[in-house]
């Protein structure tokens, strides 16, 4: 162990948490390699393993980068929420940083004519397109455009399936983990230890559970988009 005293990235993962799993009843077996041992009844990862796992994505992510791909970003927990949507708006990339709709992937045509709608209501609004309409209609046509925004504002740019997704739990997001898989859909994700990684292509297994850890996460794969923007 002494030589990550002085590694910088093995620091920075033990200051943001990010050894930190869960109780060994709820560890999923395939998280197991990764577990370092049980303190105060917390499982411990393995944070050299996290920072190699956390290389080999940032790798991949940043060759989406330099080929222009659609990365989509997820994370509806409370926790992960504001850093999905910044790390995605540092990119220019789409997310969903809330309730993941059913079919937003396997459904999408359907999915992308509600963002459409949404569009669509937003300009006539912008345009005085409303004036026409009740006031009670103009209201309840305001509250159709606040609904589909809280569901599809982060996907307005996302014209067609994206090439990746990078997903905050996917214990969690289990829905849009399964989707990406039945799609073929690679999937990155920051994974604690009660998610099942086996079906993951570039799972980094960590602390997704606390906003500081997740926050680094998410930076360090925006960072890694953005870098292979620059070198393209």
Request: hydrophobic fraction near 40%.
């Amino acid at each position: 162990m002494t030589e990550t005293k002085n590694d910088p990235a093995i620091d920075a993962l033990f200051q943001v948490g990010a050894h930190y799993g869960y109780a060994k009843t709820r560890r999923h077996p395939s998280t197991a390699p990764y577990i370092l041992g049980v303190k105060n009844r917390v499982e411990i990862i393995n944070v050299e393993q996290t920072k190699t796992l956390l290389e080999t994505a940032k790798a991949f992510v940043k060759s989406l980068g330099a080929d222009c791909k659609t990365l989509l970003f997820v994370g509806g927990k409370h926790e992960a929420a504001d850093a999905v949507r910044q790390g995605a708006l540092e990119t220019s990339m789409p997310y969903v940083a809330g309730r993941w709709v059913g079919g937003t992937l396997t459904n999408f045509a359907q999915i992308r004519s509600r963002v459409d709608m949404l569009l669509d209501l937003k300009a006539k609004r912008e345009q005085g397109g409303l004036a026409k309409y009740t006031k009670k209609e103009q209201l309840l046509i305001g509250r159709d455009i606040e609904r589909l925004e809280v569901l599809f504002a982060g996907l307005v740019g996302l014209k067609a399936l994206p090439q990746a997704l990078f997903i905050v739990d996917p214990k969690e997001e289990h829905t849009a983990a399964s989707e990406a898989k039945r799609l073929g859909i690679p999937v990155v994700a920051l994974a604690s230890s009660d998610c099942d990684i086996s079906k993951i292509a570039h799972p980094i297994v960590a602390n997704d559970a606390s906003m500081g850890s997740i926050r680094y996460f998410v930076q360090e794969i925006a960072k890694a988009y953005n870098d292979g923007k620059v070198k393209s």
